[in-house]
Structures are given as C-alpha cells and as structure tokens.
C-alpha cells in the first residue's frame, strides 16, 4: 500500500509544493506527475458526486412524478440524468487520458535511470531486465484501475453520510457493512502479503532461467542440455505456482465472501427501506435509492480487492526498486581534467560474493607512461578480479585505485571508461554493426563524442583488425548477431580488441587478449602492445602463453588472491628463479603462464 499512499500523498495539496521533499527515488518519481494526479483525483471526485444522479432520478421518479402522474416532469428529469451521465462519461475518459499521460511521463522521466541503475550495479545479467520489470508493474499499477480505486475510496465515508441523511437506519446499515467489507479487505491483505512477496521472487527465477537460456538456445540444444535446463525450469514455475495458487485460494475465499456479504448488504437496504416505507418514517421513492447508495457505498472496498493481487506485486517491486535507487550516492561530479597515464592501485582488497570471503587481499602496485605489466599467475588466482577492478568493472571493497593521482570514485563511470580500454575475457560483443561495437556505440548519440567513422578506423588499425574488416562483406557495416553472431573467435576478439584501444584511452586492460588468436592474429596483438606502448599509454593484461612476456615491462604474480610478486620483469624473473631473457617452462608452470 506504500505505492498507492505515495500516489495519494502526491494528489492532495499540502501547502508545501514548492519545495517537495521525496522520501525515495521512487517516490520523486510518482512526485513528477502530481499534477495528473490532482487532475485525477478532482475528476474523481466530480465523476462521484455525479453517480448520485441515478439515486436522486429514481426518488424523484417514485417521489415526484408517480405520484402528479407529470410526462413532462418525467422527460426533464430524463433529460438531465442523460446529461449528467454523458458527463460522467466524459470525465471518466478524461481521467483515463490524464492517467495514461502520467504513465507516458514516468516511462520518460524515470524509465532511462532505472536502466542506468541496473547497467551500474554488478550481479547477474537478468538484473537489467528485472529492474525494466518492476518498473514496468509499479508505472501500470500506480496510473491503471488501482489508482482510480485509490481516487474512489475517500468517497466511501461520503456515501454513507448520504445513506445517513436518507435515514440512520439506511446509514447504520451502510456504516456496518462498509466496516466490515474493509475487516475482510485487511484481512485479505495480511493473509495475501507473504504469499504475493514469494509470488514476486519466484517470477523473477523464472524470468532469470528464461534470461540465461534464451539466448544461448542453440548451445543448449547442442550439448544436450535441453531436458536439465527444462527440468530447471520446471522447478521454477513449481516454485511459482505453490504461492500463487495459496494466494488465490486465500483471495477467492475472501472475495466469495465479500460477494455475499455485498448481495446481502443490498438486498437488506431493500427490505430495510421497504419497512421504513410502510412505517411511513421514509417515502416509497427512498426504497430502492437506499439500496443503490448502499451498493454504492460499498463498491470502492470491491475495487480494491479486485485490484489486491497487482498492488501486491507491485508494492514489492516498489520496496526493490526504492531500496536499489536509494542505496545509490545522490552526487554530482567536478569536470576533472584528462589523466595522464599514471595507475596506482594501493591496497586493494575485492571482496567475494559469498560472505567474509575475499577475492583479493591488499594488492599494490603502480605503472607509468608507456609500461606494459603482464599479470600471471595459476587458474583461479585472482587475475581476471584484479583486471575487472583496474577497469572499474568490480569495485574495491577496500582501498583505492588511482589514475593520474585521481581517485575512480572522483569519475562518473562513463566519463572514467573513456580513459580506460577494457577488453574482457568473453569479449561479449553486441547486436549491431562492427562500426558501432568498436566505437561502443557513439554513433547511436545525438551528439558523438568524436569523429566516430574516423575513430573507429583509427582504432581498428591499431588493433590490426582493419584489413580483417574490409575482408567482410559489408565492410565496418557488416551487421552481427548477439555475443557477435556470424564471426569466428578471432575475428570476434580482434573486434573486442579495437573497441579496447577507441578513444585513444591512457590504461589498457586486456583480459587474455591472444587466448583464440592464430599465429598472425597474436602477431597483430603484440604490434598492437608495442605500438600503445610507444604511445606512452599503459597496457596490463593476463596471458597463459609465455611468448607474451617478451613485451612486458612489468610482471605482477597472483595466487590465491595474494600478491607474490610484482618488479621489472627481470627482477620478477630473478626472483622466480628463472633465466632471462626466454622465462623457462618450469617457471611457466609455476606462475600458471
């Protein structure tokens, strides 16, 4: 019910609106569309005040012109009931309109920061989709049918004042039942809340099974994983369906009851009116507007209900969404001047997914202009994490890491990724065309940050992946499928390659960069090295072929996440054991080369 209490908050003039204070992001967001909301609420309340017409034409019908026998008493108030309702109507699609309008804006306003907040937080890819998700569920829920049941619901109190002035006893009755009808709502929502959060977290395994296999479809179908990845998700509806099915039964008892206690409650204002009628304390007219008031009064406690099984689910991905944005620093940034290329990583430890364990513990170690420091070491000691780190992929959990004497934490990611070329492991690269993969997607700016074309020429002749490129068939405009669907591995590398080095950027990260390289894709590689190296730029990447040293500068060794070593790479070399300049096959081994 937070969601909708934000929304109502935000329709109600409270003498402070010009200097809002939202508790959350989400509810900044809701803020945005106070003015719809208003709208909303003031047509909601003309369209209420309006359905007191079909009360007021039947008591005068029975009242008025029963009993002068008057056709032309009759057809006026005809008339102004066809009015009054075509009013209603009216109204009514206007509040749709306005609603429909305040969703429009949301999606606009808020939809791109939910997005960025998904991209920036590290954890499973389905992550994105799932914030897009709970986006989508609170912006339907807060602008559809719930929110006209919120903007109908302080009308509740109205009609039984109403039911009051037509007698006490109509009113009582009105009174009684409306309280009880909201005993069974409440009851409804606290035997519905846990049910509806397991529902919410259940769908989201699903959502995260169908995200993993989709699109790997073919590789699943290829190593005869389908019947283990069915199966997976098997258990995963399974482990939807037991809280929806528990919700259901538990919301359809109560709205069973509701129905009845609803039918109930009319036919009672009838036969409660009719003998106020023939007591002569209430006129014939008044019998059958009691009931109609009577059912009036209590349709907002059924909109609700109706309504309970989306605001539930969208209450929790209110609450994710709010605890997400929020835990995010409201911060702006200072322009800081281009870095020089200086990298100072000062004891840095990467903390592991699991609990009190450590990834990485106290890392040091620095680079200059024009270094190249190869990082070795076994499987599993920790290279890949400390190169995802240096470029700002995975943050630290202790320590710092500096560029040009500039903390990360002083950069905007965006703006820091532009002076730091990364080139992962799994090079994933992105449906498009080579041009916009290498140039990571400028051209789909209003505004490119450079001269892309050239740019992007630029960098991949510096990867030598130029020619390589001109080979296919549409050239830089070749479109690819996703994780680069159509090219070989080298090809795909040597593009992952170009995209690292685009922008001329000062650090260069490159994760196993040779790892399904030919002999003259790997020639490519090392010239590539060489020629960031004459640059003055700085390169650190891992290797498990020794041949790759040869360019280094610099060796840093890891195992299990500690920091061995880390010099020249002949005093790594000496201090290894190992001759120099060609490092010996044991002392490959060793360091996991």
């Known amino acids: 019910m937070k969601l909708l209490g934000e929304i109502f908050r935000f329709a109600v003039p409270s003498g402070h609106d010009s200097d809002p204070t939202p508790r959350n992001p989400m509810a900044e967001a809701v803020a945005a569309c106070r003015t719809h909301f208003r709208y909303a609420l003031i047509f909601s309340a003309l369209i209420n005040i309006g359905y007191l017409a079909p009360t007021l034409y039947m008591l005068q019908v029975y009242d008025r012109v029963v009993a002068s026998g008057s056709v032309t008493t009759l057809l006026f108030l005809t008339v102004i009931l066809a009015v009054t309702l075509a009013t209603i109507s009216m109204l009514d699609g206007t509040r749709q309109r306005l609603l429909l309008t305040a969703s429009i804006q949301l999606d606009k306003l808020f939809s791109s920061r939910v997005f960025q907040s998904a991209l920036r937080r590290s954890g499973p890819r389905a992550q994105v989709a799932q914030f897009?998700?709970?986006?989508?569920?609170?912006?339907?829920?807060?602008?559809?049918?719930?929110?006209v049941a919120l903007f109908d619901a302080p009308w509740l109190p109205i009609y039984v004042i109403v039911c009051f002035v037509v007698h006490p006893a109509i009113g009582a009755l009105a009174l009684a039942g409306s309280l009880l009808m909201l005993g069974l709502a409440v009851l409804n929502e606290r035997a519905t809340t846990a049910s509806y959060a397991g529902l919410s977290e259940a769908s989201a395994g699903v959502n995260g099974v169908l995200d993993v296999t989709g699109g790997s479809a073919d590789l699943v179908r290829a190593l005869g994983m389908s019947e283990a990845f069915t199966a997976q998700f098997e258990r995963a509806r399974d482990r939807v369906n037991e809280?929806?099915?528990?919700?259901?039964?538990?919301?359809?008892?109560?709205?069973?009851?509701?129905?009845f206690f609803r039918l109930l409650l009319q036919s009672l204002a009838l036969g409660l009116g009719a003998w106020l009628a023939?007591?002569?304390?209430?006129?014939?007219?008044?019998?059958?507007?009691?009931?109609?008031?009577?059912?009036?009064?209590?349709?907002?406690?059924?909109?609700?209900?109706?309504?309970?099984?989306?605001?539930?689910?969208?209450?929790?991905?209110y609450?994710?969404?709010?605890?997400?944005?929020?835990?995010?620093?409201d911060r702006t940034y200072t322009q800081l001047p281009a870095p020089a290329a200086r990298l100072a990583v000062s004891h840095v430890s990467v903390a592991s997914p699991e609990p009190g364990r450590l990834l990485l513990r106290d890392i040091s170690l620095a680079a200059e202009p024009g270094s190249v420091v190869g990082v070795i070491g076994p499987s599993g000691a920790g290279k890949t994490t400390l190169l995802q780190t240096i470029a700002n992929v995975r943050p630290a959990e202790y320590g710092s890491l500096l560029i040009d004497g500039m903390r990360y934490t002083d950069w905007p990611a965006d703006r820091l990724a532009r002076h730091i070329g990364y080139m992962p492991q799994d090079y994933v690269l992105f449906p498009g065309t080579i041009k916009d993969n290498i140039c990571r997607f400028d051209?789909?700016?209003?505004?490119?940050?450079?001269?892309?074309?050239?740019?992007?020429?630029?960098?991949?002749?510096?990867?030598?992946?130029?020619?390589?490129?001109?080979?296919?068939?549409?050239?830089?405009?070749?479109?690819?499928?996703?994780?680069?669907?159509?090219?070989?591995?080298?090809?795909?590398?040597?593009i992952a390659l170009a995209r690292a080095v685009y922008g001329d950027p000062v650090i260069c990260v490159l994760d196993e960069p040779n790892s399904v390289l030919d002999a003259d894709g790997e020639a490519a590689l090392m010239n590539t090295i060489r020629a960031l190296k004459a640059r003055g730029r700085i390169v650190i990447f891992s290797a498990h072929r020794e041949n790759m040293l040869a360019v280094t500068d610099h060796l840093a060794v890891l195992n299990g996440g500690l920091l061995q070593a880390f010099g020249t790479t002949e005093?790594?070399?000496?201090?290894?054991?190992?001759?120099?300049?060609?490092?010996?096959?044991?002392?490959i081994a060793a360091s996991g080369v």
């Open 319 to 329: 609450q994710r969404l709010s605890r997400a944005l929020g835990n995010e620093p």
């Open 278 to 317: 023939v007591t002569h304390q209430i006129s014939a007219g008044a019998i059958f507007a009691s009931s109609m008031l009577v059912s009036r009064a209590l349709s907002p406690v059924d909109q609700v209900v109706a309504q309970w099984r989306p605001i539930s689910l969208a209450a929790a991905a």
């Open 132 to 147: 897009t998700r709970d986006f989508d569920t609170v912006r339907a829920t807060a602008t559809g049918p719930a929110a």
């Open 443 to 494: 051209s789909w700016l209003e505004h490119g940050r450079l001269d892309t074309d050239m740019a992007t020429v630029v960098a991949a002749q510096l990867a030598g992946a130029h020619e390589m490129i001109l080979g296919l068939p549409k050239g830089y405009d070749t479109v690819i499928g996703a994780g680069g669907q159509g090219l070989s591995a080298g090809h795909r590398q040597r």
């Open 571 to 587: 005093q790594v070399v000496r201090q290894l054991n190992a001759p120099r300049p060609a490092p010996s096959r044991d002392m």
């Open 243 to 259: 809280p929806m099915l528990q919700a259901a039964y538990t919301t359809g008892r109560i709205q069973g009851l509701l129905r």
